[in-house]
Each structure stands twice: as structure tokens, then as C-alpha cells.
């Protein structure tokens, strides 16, 4: 078996911090609105910059009930580098804000569990474990909610706050001001139920003396004080609470929740299940019983309430990630090269395999590689750009981290993180134009904007019936139209339909067909506009 920790830190600091930041903001600010979460998500923020209200948020002109902390970042950050930046773009930093702050609480969380598992005082408030950030790096669950609009960002932000604070409070009252922070930004940025991953925690004292010392304590009452004024102002201001706790059992519950955990969790799951073990003798250890419980609460909560999507399984990633960073250095040899050899041959290959696409799009070739990718994005021209060189770049220091990175108990988690990163950077620089052609509104609402001309006053509305919020929020930020509910179609001259393919739509009387059309491949969606 291998040492403890051969290493003080898995990279270099300066390495960490430029990974970090490389990974933040790579294929942030190179696309339009996406759906669903991104376009509904800058709609809200764009109606606050527009003038909305920024206590009670709105998309595209309705109410949206939602706590409000990640709009007024995304909206101030946008109306900031509006001269330089798109207002999507700019906004979209929000998450990259949100973003570095989860990777920073992580670090110093994990830092502190690992002086508490080598009985060392809690002495050097500054120390900082860089493997916490690095395994969170290579959770491919969180690649594509970290890279556009997501409020749940900053509520992971807040949690791994939350288990900051709460790792310190055996040791110094300084851990209530990183939990009072973290409750009152998972609060502020997604309601109650944000709080519902956290509830386990409560146990902490029950089942470890270490959370029943009077510094842990008074800490903790501190903590909540703070807590209890930040968001009793917030409602105080809006005049109404935040988000209902309604809680309904997932009838639908089967394996899907399983198959998502399986590659969502990939690798931290089994490395934490290695922890497990290797503290098997001391699971109410401070540094074993944070994480290990923060895990069964949030899994049990996602497996039980939870459906089978990406977001609501984002908060398991928070304790798994501490687990598995307490014993990622001590893996065995053999299980650490089989990960290790698995990650590089899978990301090699994977990044091959971008490079193939992108070739075949630019030159049409290999042609059945061509005819696949535009069976999905008819008529989508591809062209080489600047964007070539970084990946050539990118390519190269994969090829040189494979080959010269020495031997230690971090490379399998090291090589997975950039292989990671390796991946999204050539889909952002060989790829993003292909990706955005068909997952944008724009053209869709550049359309209906053209057919509808001007509406100069208020009978020449425009209505809409069964139009998603996506792209209500697309219309509104890049047309300037605000959709009506269809019960208002008796006093509107346009209406618009979201539909089906060849089912045309018949409003009623009146009512005649003046465009139609879809976002370029899609196949499940048309949109039908009506005049009166």
C-alpha cells in the first residue's frame, strides 16, 4: 500500500489555480443561449437588467418564483462588461464566480479533515488540499452544469461552505462565519430545499463528542444568528418567504438513478468506498463522519425525492468529494495504475475521436462521419478557425502530462482531471460552433421577430400556448417580445404555437398561418405563428 501522503498537494499551487481557472471558464463565453437552464436562467437576469424588479424576479415579463442571489450576480456582472461582452456571455461569469468559490471551500474543508486525521491542530487556518478540487474537477456530472447559467452552482457553493464551517467548529468559533455564509447563499440561491441535503447533518452531535464542545456550540448558535438575519431580511424586503418545502415521494424511482450515479460519481464514488474502508475502525472520526454522513443523507434524499437528472444529484458530488480526498493518496498500487491507465486511454481516445469530428465537418471526411454529424445540424457550415491552435495546444500537454508526469499516489486523480478538461477544451475550441448551431433559439426568434415586424400598441400582442420557458426567454432577450399567456389570445393579434412536426395546430377561427419552422435538426419540436 502506499505512504499516506507522499505529497503535500496532488499539484503546485500556481498549477492548481491555473487548471482551475482554465477549467471555469473554458466554453463560457462562446455561445448563445442554450436550452433549457441556460436560456431560462440569463432570461431572468436580463429582466432585472432591463429594469426588473430584484426582489421578485421575472422571465420574460411573468413572475418567476425563485430566490433571487444568482440573478443579481448574472445581472450586475452583465450590466458591468456589457461595453466589452455580450449580456449572455458576461452574465454567464456568475457561475464561474460561484464555481471557484465550491472549489475553494472544498479545498480548505478537505485540508482540515486531513489535519484532523492526523491528529494535528487545527494551527494553520490558510492550509489548503488541493486534491478535493481536483477530484471535483474530474466529476463528469458536473462538466455541463458549471459551463452555462446554473443557480445550483451557487447553491453547491453554499453547501461546501456549509461543511467548511462545520469542519472547523470541533476546533475555532472562526467555522460560524463560512456557515452562516454558505446556509444564507444556499438559502438566497435556491430556497429551502436547498437545505435539505444539509439536514443530516444535524446528527453531528448525536454521534460524535467532537461536535458536542462548547466551541462547536457557540459556533454554531453564532452561525445561525447570522443566518437567521441575512434571509429574515431578504423575506422582510420582498414581503413573502422564499421557496415552499414541498416534499413528494419519487414514485417513478428505479435503476436510471442508479445508471446516473454510476458515471455521474465517476471516479470520486469508488475512491470514497476505498476511504470507507480504510477508516472503517474510526467512522465517527470528525474527519470520516462529516463527509460519510453528508453522503448517505444526499443520496438517500436524491434516490427517494429525487428525479433521474443531472441537477438534483449535484449535491452528492460535495461529500463524496471529501471522502475520496482523504484516501485518493493511498490507494493501492495496482488500483491506482488501472485507474490511472483506464483514464488516459479513455480521454485519449475520446479526444481522438473530437478531433475525427472535427475534421469530418471542416473537410468531409471521413464522409459517413460528415453525414452523421449534419443528419443532426442540416444546412450548418464548418470552417477552420483560430480556435484550431488551442487545441492543437491542448492536445500537446496532454501528450506531454501522459508521458512526463512522475509516479506519485495522485496521478490516476490528477490524469482524470485533466483528462477532463482535455476533453471539454477541444469540444469548446473544435467543436462549440457545431454544438451551438443546434441547441440555440436564435434563429427560431429571429424569425418569428422578422414575421412579426412592429408591435405598436397593445392589440398587436403577440400570445403564446405551450411555448417552454426556454424559449419564452430566448424571444424575449433576443427579439424584445414578451410572450402572453394564450387565455389573453382574444385581445392579441399574433399568436405563437410550439408544436409538433406535420400536426398543424388549428387555434380556431380567424386564425391564419403566416410562418413555421424549428431550430436546425430538431426533430421533436415546430413552431407554428398565427395571425389574426
Request: glycine share 8%; hydrophobic share 50%.
Amino acid at each position: 500500500m502506499q505512504s499516506s501522503r507522499n505529497q503535500a498537494h496532488p499539484v503546485p499551487a500556481p498549477l492548481l489555480l491555473i487548471l482551475c481557472a482554465v477549467y471555469l471558464l473554458t466554453g463560457l463565453l462562446d455561445h448563445n443561449l442554450w436550452k433549457y437552464e441556460d436560456a431560462v436562467h440569463v432570461g431572468v437576469a436580463w429582466d432585472m437588467a432591463q429594469g426588473g424588479s430584484w426582489l421578485h424576479p421575472h422571465l420574460a415579463g411573468e413572475p418567476w418564483h425563485f430566490p433571487p442571489l444568482y440573478y443579481w450576480l448574472a445581472a450586475s456582472i452583465g450590466q458591468l462588461l456589457s461595453p466589452i461582452l455580450e449580456f449572455h456571455n458576461a452574465a454567464r461569469l456568475a457561475t464561474a464566480v460561484f464555481g471557484a468559490l465550491l472549489l475553494f471551500a472544498l479545498g480548505r474543508a478537505s485540508a482540515i479533515n486531513l489535519a484532523s486525521q492526523r491528529h494535528q491542530p487545527y494551527s494553520q487556518p490558510g492550509r489548503f488540499d488541493a486534491a478535493a478540487p481536483l477530484l471535483m474537477l474530474g466529476a463528469p456530472g458536473l462538466l455541463l452544469p458549471i459551463h452555462e447559467a446554473q443557480p445550483m452552482i451557487a447553491v453547491l457553493a453554499g453547501q461546501a461552505l456549509v461543511y467548511w464551517g462545520l469542519a472547523q467548529l470541533p476546533q475555532t468559533m472562526r467555522g460560524a462565519i463560512p456557515l452562516a455564509l454558505g446556509i444564507s447563499i444556499a438559502t438566497l440561491a435556491g430556497g429551502l430545499h436547498a437545505l435539505l441535503p444539509l439536514a443530516p447533518l444535524l446528527l453531528l452531535p448525536l454521534l460524535s463528542s467532537a461536535w458536542r464542545q462548547s466551541t462547536s456550540w457557540r459556533g454554531g448558535l453564532i452561525g445561525i444568528v447570522i443566518t437567521l438575519t441575512v434571509i429574515g431580511a431578504y423575506i422582510w424586503l420582498r414581503e413573502a418567504g422564499l421557496a415552499p418545502l414541498r416534499l413528494q415521494t419519487n414514485n417513478a424511482f428505479s435503476s436510471i438513478h442508479f445508471e446516473l450515479l454510476s458515471w455521474f460519481t465517476w471516479p470520486m464514488l469508488p475512491i470514497a468506498l476505498w476511504s470507507i474502508w480504510l477508516h472503517r475502525r474510526q467512522l465517527n472520526a470528525p474527519h470520516v463522519l462529516l463527509p460519510l454522513l453528508g453522503s448517505i443523507g444526499s443520496v438517500l434524499l436524491f434516490l427517494i425525492y429525487g428525479e433521474p437528472r443531472i441537477l438534483p444529484a449535484l449535491p452528492i458530488l460535495l461529500p463524496l468529494t471529501l471522502l475520496a480526498a482523504s484516501g485518493a493518496g493511498r490507494m493501492r498500487r495496482g488500483a491506482a495504475n488501472a485507474l490511472d491507465w483506464f483514464g488516459m486511454m479513455a480521454f485519449t481516445i475520446a479526444g481522438a475521436l473530437v478531433w475525427l469530428g472535427a475534421v469530418a465537418l471542416v473537410f468531409d471526411t471521413p464522409p459517413k462521419v460528415h453525414r452523421n454529424f449534419m443528419r443532426l445540424t442540416p444546412d450548418f457550415v464548418a470552417h477552420m478557425s483560430w480556435s484550431w491552435l488551442l487545441a492543437l495546444l491542448i492536445s500537446a500537454l496532454w501528450i506531454v502530462i501522459i508521458f512526463r508526469s512522475r509516479r506519485s499516489p495522485w496521478r490516476a486523480t490528477t490524469h482524470w482531471a485533466c483528462g477532463v478538461m482535455l476533453l471539454w477544451g477541444l469540444c469548446a475550441t473544435l467543436l462549440m460552433p457545431w454544438i451551438d448551431y443546434g441547441k440555440n433559439y436564435t434563429s427560431v426568434a429571429n424569425k418569428v421577430a422578422a414575421a412579426v415586424g412592429h408591435l405598436d400598441d397593445s392589440k398587436q400582442c403577440i400570445a403564446g400556448h405551450n411555448v417552454g420557458d426556454a424559449q419564452r426567454a430566448t424571444l424575449h432577450y433576443y427579439a424584445d417580445l414578451k410572450l402572453q399567456r394564450s387565455t389573453t389570445t382574444k385581445r392579441c393579434g399574433w399568436l405563437l404555437v410550439q408544436g409538433k412536426p406535420r400536426v398543424l395546430p388549428t387555434p380556431g377561427e380567424g386564425w391564419n398561418k403566416v410562418w413555421e419552422g424549428a431550430r436546425p435538426g430538431d426533430k421533436a419540436e415546430r413552431y407554428y405563428l398565427f395571425k389574426r
